[in-house]
C-alpha cells in the first residue's frame, strides 16, 4: 500500500529522532523550562531574525488554534476566517468550545482577501445595532491554506495592513509553514512573513516532528500568563523537553527547510505523474498537498494500492481526492504510484 | 413622534398591568414555584390542547435561546439555523458563549427548508471525516422569520419529519409567535405549531407583556434539572409570579390572540400606506414587522417624525427600513403617518 | 399563613408599581437606552455622590453576580469569597460555568476579613508552582452577609486596602443592601461604601422592585462593551425602562432608604419576640433576615401557620430557622407571629 | 547535580524509546486509528483482565482530567475530591474553564473516604434548596494521591459502593498508578482497581513514557463521540502512534510494572538514607514520591547539590521538601544523596 494519506503517516524525520535518542538521559526541568527549549526557542528566534520574539510550544494544530484564539480574544470578540478555514471545519468546534465564535467568510480559491475583511469590517461598523453582535478581533488564515494555496507577499501586506487598521490581530497558522515557504511558488521568508503578523506557529507535527507546534509572538508579546491559560487547557506537556529536542533538530542546519523542499519536490513530481496523464486537478497546489480529480473507476482502482483522502465528491459522479507528500515520501515512490495511474 | 421602533417601545398591555396590580399583594413562594405561575402554566398547555405539555417561564428571547439551546445540545453538537436567523448574528455570540456552534445555512427568504436540511445533512454523514466535525443536534428556526416571514403548516410538517430522520430536534423561536399565528397569511394553530417541534416558545416582551417568555416541551420532557440549568446561566427570577402573572392576563379571555390581531391590522394599514402611495416593499411580510425601501431624502423627511429602524442599505443608495406595530399602536398613528409620506 | 419566608415573597413596593402604571404608554427605544433609565441612574449617582459613577440594570442577583465577575476577571483568574458566599453555594455554579473558579476561604461569621485575604496570597505568592494555580483576581463579599452580618466601616476599608496592596478587584453583592446600610448597626453610608470597592450593585428585587439590580462601577471604568457581554450572558431586557422605572422610583423621595428602615424595625420586633420568649439565635443579625433555633416540637407547630426557611439542622435533632421581613411586613403580621410562639 | 525533582526529569525509558525508533518507518492512519494503538490497547485490556474495557489515549494528566470529567458530567453536576486533590489545586482552574464546579471536601492524609463523601451527599441531599445548588455527579481520587498515600482495598471498595448508592461515577487519576500498584504497602492488583471504578488512567509521561496517559472505561462504556470531545479540546494527536508505541512497550514484557517496582525500590532507600540519619518525615510515604522535613541549613546545603520541589513552609520555619525517584533513579544517586545529608 503506498501511504499519501496525510504528512503525518510516518513517525519522525530520522534526525529528530536521533536527536530524542541523544538527549533521553539528560535531567531537566519539567514543563518546557530547561535548556533544551531555550536552545530550540533561540533557534527559531534566530531563524526569524527577531531575537525579542516570544516562543511557545504546543503539540498540535487544533491545540495551537484554539489556545492562542482563546488567549488574544477579549469576551465579546471572535474570530474572522474563510468558509474553508481549519478552525471553521474541522476542528469539532474548538473556538467555539472556549465561548468565541468563528466568524466564517466567503473565500476565494480558500484564500481570505483584505477586501473581504475591509469590506466585512466596513458593513460591520456601519450597523447600528453592533453592540448586539459578535465583535471581530482577529484574522485567521492558514499559510499555506487547507486547498495548498499561498498568499503572496501582495496578499499578506495587504491582509496586515487591513488588520492595522481595523485594530484586528492577524494570526497565521503554519502547520505546513515550511511546504508553504518553501514552495518556488511563494514570495515570503520566514522573517518578512514574522513580519506581517501578530502571532504565527510553525508546524512541527507535518514537518519531520512526532509532534509539536512552536507558536511565535513576533514582537515579544505574548499574553501574560499564556503558560497558565496553555495549562488550563491541557496544553502543557510535563516533560516539555519532547517538543523542545524536535525544534531544536528541526531548526539545525536548516532540517526543516530541506524536509519541506524535498517534500515540495515529491509533490511536483505526483503532480507531473498525473496531469501529465491527463488527470484533471481539483485546485492547483503549488504546496505538498495535491488535489486530483479521479472518475468512480480511476478511483476503485487506485483505492486497492494506494491509501489517500476523499476531499469532496462532485456532483458528476467524480471524486476529488487529496495527495500529500512529506520527508518520508521517496522518488520511488512516486514511481510506483505513477505506474498505477 | 411617531414610534415605530419596534414592539417593546412601550410598557405592558392594560389588562396584563391590571393583573400584575391586583396580584400585588399575595404572598407566594419564590422561583416560580407558586401558584399564580402554576395557573398561567395550565392556561398554556390548554391554549396549546396539551395537558402534558412541560411550560417554563424565562424573560426574554435571547435568554430563553441561550437556556434552551445549551440544555439540549449535547457537548459535541451545534445548532442548524439560517444564516439570517436572530442567534447567527444579533445575540452577541450567546450560543457560542456557552460551547456551541451555530451551524449557519443559507436561507431563502429568511427561511430554513426541509431540503436545505437534508442536503446538508447528507454532505455531513457521507463526509468521511465527520468525527473531527461539529454534529449537527438541533435545528432553529423563528415563527415568523427576523423579515416576517412565516412557514406554512406544508414547510413545517416538511421540516419536522426531516428532523425526525436525522435525530435533529425542532426549536421553534416564537418571540413573536402571536403576530405569526394572528397572520391572515398563516395556515397553522398553536396546537398544530406545538406537534411539529420538540420545543417552543410563546413570546410575552414583543406581545404585550412587560418581559416573558414562556418555553414549551409539549411531549413534557423538559431537560432534568431545566431550572438548575436556567438559575446557573442568571435566568431565574427570585420574584417568578412576575412571569406568570404576565403570562396569566396572556392567556385569559384570549387577550394574546387579541393584542396580535390588532398588531397585524395595524401593520396592514401601514403597508398600505407605503404600498398605495408607491413606496417600494424589502420583503413582503404577513406580519407585525413591515420592511420597506425609502430614498435618502425620504428617509431623511420622515426620520424627523417618526421612530424606525435601519434594516439594510442598498447599493443604489437607498435604505431599507423597518416599521413594527404592536397591541399599543392606534389607528390614529398610522393615519399620522400615512399622512407624512 | 403568615409568610416570613424571604424579602422576595410579595409584588412590587406600591410606589414602585405606582411608577410603572404611570409610565407605561410613554414610547421608549429598547434595552435601557431611554430616557427613564438616564434618570435612574442620576438618581442613584446622585444617592452615591459621585457624578462620573457609571451604572448598569440587570435583573437579579445571581445574574449580577455571574455577569460582572465573569466581566472583570482575566481568562486564567478567579474570585476570592467566603466559604458561606452566595456564589460558592447556591447560584448553581454560574460563575463555573462562565469558566471561572471560585476560590472559597474559611470565614468568620460568614464573613472575609482582611487578614485572611492576606494570609491566603502571601501563601499563593509564594508557592513556587502558583503558575500552575488559578490566579485570584477579584473579592467578592456580600453586605449583609448571607447570615445577615455587616462589615463596619474598619472591616470594609482594610479589605480595600489589602485588595489594592495585592491588586485585587474588590465587588460588593448589595442584593440587600438597603437592609444593611439602614441597620443601626452599620457605621457606613451608601457614598462610603461606594468609596471603598470597584463595583457594587443595590438591590432592588429583595427590596421593593418586582426585579431589578443596579450594578455601580463608582470610578466609572465599567468594562468596555459590558452590555455586550451581558447580552451574550441573556442578561439585557428587550423593555429594559421596566428595571429604569422601578430604580426611579426607589431613588425617589428616599423610598429605597425608607423601605429598608421599615423592614428592619420588624425584623427587630420579630428578634425581640423571640428572644424575649427564650428562642435562642444561630445568629444574632442586625438586618431583615433573623436566624433562630427551633426544638422539632415547636418548628412543626409553627409550620403550620407561618412559613420560613429551614437554614441548618443541628446535630442535636434542632432546627435552626430564618424569618425574613421586608416593605410587605406589617406590625400586625408581627404580633399575630409572637402570639404564635 | 542530583534530579530528584519529579519522575519527569528524564526522557523515555530506554525501551519506549527503542520501540518508537523501530516503528517510526510505519504508515499508519492518523488520529490513533492505527494498529499499533489498536495493539497497547489490547495488551491494556489483557493487563487489566477485562477484553471489553475501551481505551483511549491522551498526553497528559490535566489533559486527561479535564478531557473525562468535561465528557463524563452532566451540565448541573460538578466533581468531588479531596481539598488537597490536584484537580483543586494544580490545574489552572482546567476543570472550571470547562464549565464544572470542583467540589473539595476536607481530607485525611490527602485521601478521600466513603464516609466523607456518604455525610456530605446526606447534607446535599437534605438541603431543600439544592435544586440551586451544584449537583454532585463524580468522585475523583488519585492513587496513589498527591502525598503518596495510597487508598486500601477495602477503602476503594467503601468508596465504589457510597458512589454507587448516590449515583455518583468514581475516576481515579492514575498519573503514577504503576507506583501505587507495585508498592508493598498496595493490596490492589490492576484487575482489581479497574473493577471498582467508573474509569482511570493510567499514567505514562511519570511512569517511562515521553507522554501518555491511557483511560480505561472498565465498562466499555466510553461516552459516545469521545474522540470527538477531545478534539474539541485539542486533545487529539495527528500522529497518534506517538502514544500507542509507548503503551505497547510498557505493557510487553511487564515493563511498566518493572519501571515501577525499580523506582519504589529506590525511594524506599532514599527515605531510608533521612530516616537513618534522623530527618523527620512530613508524610510518611510508600511510593515513589518522598516528603522530608528539612531545616533552613540543611535546605541550603541540598539544594546546592540536589534539585528537589518545595512542598511547603511549615511555621516553625522549617521546610518541607519533597524527592521523587523514577526509572531513571539509580542506586548510585541515592548513595551519592546519601551522602550529601
Redesign the interface.
Known sequence: ?L?F??D?????H?QV?AR??Q????????YGEDELCAAAKDKIRAACELPGADVYF??????????VI??LL???E?VLCAQTGHIA??????V???????LALPSEDSKLSAQAVAAWMERFL?D??H?????PGMVYISQPTELGALYSKAELSALHETCRKYGLRLFIDGARLGYGLMSPACDLTLPELARLCDVFYIGG??VGA??GEAVVFPAGDMPR?F???A?????????G??LGVQFDALFTDGLYWEISRHAIEQAMALKAAFVSRGYPLYADSPTNQQFVILTPEQFERLRRHA?F??WD?LTDGRIAVRFVTSW?TTPEKIAALAELL
Not at 23 to 30: A, D, M
Not at 131 to 135: G, N, P, W
Request: hydrophobic share 40%; with cysteine; aromatic share 6%.
Open positions: 500500500m501511504y494519506l496525510s503525518y503517516t510516518e513517525g519522525a530520522p529522532l530524542l535518542n538527549t533521553n538521559l539528560v535531567s531537566l526541568p519539567g504546543l503539540t498540535g494544530g487544533t491545540q495551537a488554534n484554539l489556545v482563546s488567549a477579549r469576551r465579546w471572535g471545519v474541522h476542528e469539532a468546534g474548538a467555539e468550545f472556549t465561548g468565541h465564535k468563528v456601519a447600528e445595532t453592540d448586539h453582535m459578535v465583535f507535527t507535518k512526532l509532534c500568563q503558560a497558565t491559560m495549562k488550563q487547557q491541557g496544553a502543557m506537556l510535563a516533560k523537553r519532547l491509501a483522502e476523499v465528491k518520508s
